[in-house]
């Protein structure tokens, strides 16, 4: 279970599959060497002992890397045999040599999981924990029912969104929601894991009875099936495994809110935490909420200000050297008139402009919109630039758009492109500029007059 981090994506990604995050070929394997006191590890080696799953080339599966609707579209047509079918459509998002655009097709003819309006599939992007239910009510057919009253047996029903109540509903009559540790909440907004999605395929396919599969409990909300506790990391060793986090690149922390920290490692340890450029010297004292699992949050101040704040863990134990460990993202606190130097490699926030509707070396059909995301407020400056094509080399031409818009309190912004007399080919240079305070940050993409 993962409460960091999360994303509540909107209802038009009902339509998904899975997020791929790592490698795009995957190793087959039942014996991976990260599921070590994995609470779901049953699931995930029984799934890869039938060529559903697959793991990676050092050996490894990841069972808390988030999954993509690309990687869920790999896994669906292996665990429901899904054929290729007939259908001709393309997604503009999705070469033709794209790792996983034969999966991608078989699920969207098969309806299991569809495009959006705008013609794209969207592969990279994370689900959460309601839209990969969605799917796999859509899997269980008939062997269910819509009926509202099964969610009453968990304490977050209400966090269920409304597009999503029907298909999770059908899910929990059919008890194929799995949670750990706790099975009594369905957490439909957290961004799923791949460890997660083992345990729900594998349910799923107990309830289709598809392949024999043996019933297991674990992360059932089953009084009468306890669930098992995984199996605990030696207490010869202490181990950090992961550090988790509430901070959002997009999204600076400022005074008054608070950084949450969740880390995961060997349990009866004593944990603490200091903030780089904060608390530094002065720890803060993490509590076990679950074997192995400690947390504990820091309360922003009016005078903390870091662009790259980096939190560091240790764990001790008497008896026994003290390990640390530092999460791998910086965290930006009061930017808005930081006392750091800026330093574009190493910041905690990303106001680097991204365009989020359109991938470099997309087709562009003018006139349209450029959809992209940056940080709150903060003012983008476009450039659109022409190229031409003398002797296969490009040369830069000329700029024939420019504009300047702000994003809005979420960070989202749209640029409207109007139409120009070019023809069938053209390249164009998207150059953009964002700005927040006295940073700023660019990005730039090709895109190819249709």
Same mark, same amino acid.
């Given at each position: 279970?993962?409460?960091?981090?999360?994303?509540?994506?909107?209802?038009?990604?009902?339509?998904?599959?899975?997020?791929?995050?790592?490698?795009?070929?995957?190793? !087959?394997?039942?014996?991976?060497?990260?599921?070590? *006191?994995?609470?779901?590890?049953?699931?995930?080696?029984?799934?890869?002992?039938?060529?559903?799953?697959?793991?990676?080339?050092?050996?490894?599966?990841?069972?808390?890397?988030?999954?993509?609707?690309?990687?869920?579209?790999?896994?669906?047509?292996?665990?429901?045999?899904?054929?290729?079918?007939? &259908?001709?459509?393309?997604? /503009?998002?999705?070469?033709?040599?794209?790792?996983?655009?034969?999966?991608?097709?078989?699920?969207?003819?098969?309806?299991?999981?569809?495009?959006?309006?705008?013609?794209?599939?969207?592969?990279?992007?994370?689900?959460?924990?309601?839209?990969?239910?969605?799917?796999?009510?859509?899997?269980?057919?008939?062997?269910?029912?819509?009926?509202?009253?099964?969610?009453?047996?968990?304490?977050?029903?209400?966090? +269920?969104?409304?597009?999503?109540?029907?298909?999770?509903?059908?899910?929990?009559?059919?008890?194929?929601?799995?949670?750990?540790?706790?099975? /009594?909440?369905?957490?439909?907004?957290?961004?799923?894991?791949? *460890?997660? +999605?083992?345990?729900?395929?594998?349910?799923?396919?107990?309830?289709? *009875?598809?392949?024999?599969?043996?019933?297991?409990?674990?992360?059932?909300?089953?009084?009468?099936?306890?669930?098992?506790?995984?199996?605990?990391?030696?207490?010869?060793?202490?181990?950090?495994?992961?550090?988790?986090?509430?901070?959002?690149?997009? !999204?600076?922390?400022r005074e008054g809110d608070d950084l949450l920290i969740?880390?995961?490692?060997?349990?009866?340890?004593?944990? &603490?935490?200091?903030?780089?450029?904060?608390?530094?010297?002065?720890? +803060?004292?993490?509590?076990?909420?679950?074997?192995?699992?400690?947390?504990?949050?820091?309360?922003?101040?009016?005078?903390? /200000? !870091?662009?790259?704040?980096?939190?560091?863990?240790?764990?001790?134990?008497?008896?026994?050297?003290?390990? &640390?460990?530092?999460?791998?993202?910086?965290?930006?606190?009061?930017?808005?008139?930081?006392?750091?130097?800026?330093?574009?490699g190493n910041v905690g926030y990303v106001l680097r402009?991204?365009?989020?509707?359109?991938?470099?070396?997309?087709?562009?059909?003018?006139?349209?919109?450029?959809?992209?995301?940056?940080?709150?407020?903060?003012?983008?400056?476009?450039?659109?630039?022409?190229?031409?094509?003398?002797?296969?080399?490009?040369?830069?031409?000329?700029?024939?758009?420019?504009?300047?818009?702000?994003?809005?309190?979420?960070?989202?912004?749209?640029?409207?492109?109007?139409?120009?007399?070019?023809?069938?080919?053209?390249?164009?240079?998207?150059?953009?500029?964002?700005?927040?305070?006295?940073? &700023?940050?660019?990005?730039?993409?090709?895109?190819?007059?249709?």
């Amino acid at each position: 279970m993962i409460f960091l981090n999360r994303t509540l994506l909107s209802s038009g990604l009902i339509a998904l599959a899975f997020i791929p995050i790592i490698p795009r070929v995957l190793a !087959q394997s039942s014996s991976f060497g990260d599921l070590q *006191g994995y609470w779901g590890g049953q699931y995930v080696t029984t799934l890869a002992e039938r060529g559903i799953i697959g793991g990676f080339p050092d050996g490894s599966f990841q069972p808390n890397a988030q999954i993509t609707r690309a990687q869920f579209a790999a896994i669906a047509v292996k665990a429901f045999n899904l054929s290729p079918g007939n &259908s001709t459509r393309n997604f /503009r998002d999705v070469p033709s040599n794209y790792w996983a655009a034969p999966a991608i097709l078989a699920v969207s003819s098969s309806g299991l999981v569809t495009g959006f309006p705008d013609g794209s599939f969207r592969p990279e992007e994370r689900i959460t924990r309601a839209q990969a239910l969605v799917i796999l009510a859509k899997a269980l057919g008939n062997n269910t029912n819509a009926n509202p009253d099964g969610l009453n047996v968990y304490g977050d029903r209400q966090a +269920v969104p409304e597009w999503a109540l029907d298909s999770v509903a059908r899910a929990a009559n059919a008890g194929i929601i799995v949670n750990f540790p706790d099975s /009594r909440q369905i957490e439909p907004n957290s961004l799923a894991t791949r *460890g997660e +999605v083992a345990g729900l395929v594998y349910q799923t396919l107990v309830k289709l *009875g598809d392949g024999n599969f043996a019933p297991i409990n674990i992360g059932l909300n089953n009084p009468s099936a306890p669930t098992p506790s995984p199996t605990p990391t030696p207490l010869s060793s202490l181990v950090i495994e992961r550090i988790e986090t509430n901070s959002n690149p997009r !999204q600076p922390l400022r005074e008054g809110d608070d950084l949450l920290i969740r880390v995961y490692g060997s349990p009866g340890a004593n944990a &603490s935490f200091e903030l780089e450029g904060l608390n530094q010297n002065r720890s +803060v004292t993490m509590n076990e909420v679950q074997s192995g699992i400690y947390e504990t949050s820091y309360r922003i101040g009016r005078n903390d /200000r !870091q662009i790259n704040a980096r939190p560091l863990v240790f764990l001790s134990r008497s008896g026994q050297n003290s390990v &640390s460990r530092q999460f791998n993202q910086a965290i930006a606190i009061n930017i808005d008139n930081p006392s750091y130097p800026y330093d574009p490699g190493n910041v905690g926030y990303v106001l680097r402009p991204e365009i989020t509707n359109f991938n470099d070396n997309d087709v562009i059909r003018l006139p349209d919109n450029l959809m992209g995301q940056t940080l709150p407020d903060a003012n983008v400056e476009v450039n659109l630039e022409t190229f031409r094509n003398v002797i296969g080399v490009l040369n830069f031409s000329q700029t024939i758009f420019q504009s300047t818009v702000r994003a809005d309190q979420t960070g989202r912004f749209i640029v409207y492109l109007p139409q120009f007399n070019r023809d069938s080919g053209t390249v164009y240079r998207v150059r953009m500029t964002a700005t927040q305070g006295n940073q &700023s940050q660019s990005s730039e993409l090709l895109l190819r007059q249709e």
